[in-house]
């Protein structure tokens, strides 16, 4: 039978990818910074949020956010960036 694979990391599993102490991560979470669920005392991370975390892999809100930023950016400095680009 095969064991089915776990779902979630702890926070100190988080800790050690990220090489920083549990308690930091667990500020991290605590100001929602770091999504996690928590699970009767217990914060658990699920597995797919740590590429996210180790900002290899961009979610929904962050596309967002960088998208509108971007179009800020054009908005306010476009005559600029393309007299740069011509530079």
């Given at each position: 039978?095969?064991?089915?694979?776990?779902?979630?990391?702890?926070?100190?599993?988080?800790?050690?990818?990220?090489?920083?102490?549990?308690?930091?991560?667990?500020?991290?979470?605590?100001?929602?910074?770091?999504?996690?669920?928590?699970?009767?005392?217990?914060?658990?991370?699920?597995?797919?949020?740590?590429?996210?975390?180790?900002?290899?892999?961009?979610?929904?809100?962050?596309?967002?956010q960088i998208?509108?930023?971007?179009?800020?950016?054009?908005?306010?400095y476009g005559?600029?960036?393309?007299?740069l680009g011509?530079?």
């Amino acid at each position: 039978m095969k064991e089915k694979e776990v779902e979630y990391i702890t926070i100190p599993q988080l800790a050690q990818i990220l090489g920083i102490s549990r308690i930091a991560v667990y500020k991290k979470v605590k100001k929602g910074k770091i999504k996690a669920v928590k699970i009767g005392r217990n914060y658990l991370i699920p597995k797919k949020y740590i590429l996210v975390i180790l900002g290899k892999d961009l979610g929904k809100e962050e596309r967002r956010q960088i998208d509108k930023a971007i179009k800020k950016t054009v908005e306010e400095y476009g005559e600029a960036l393309r007299l740069l680009g011509r530079e």
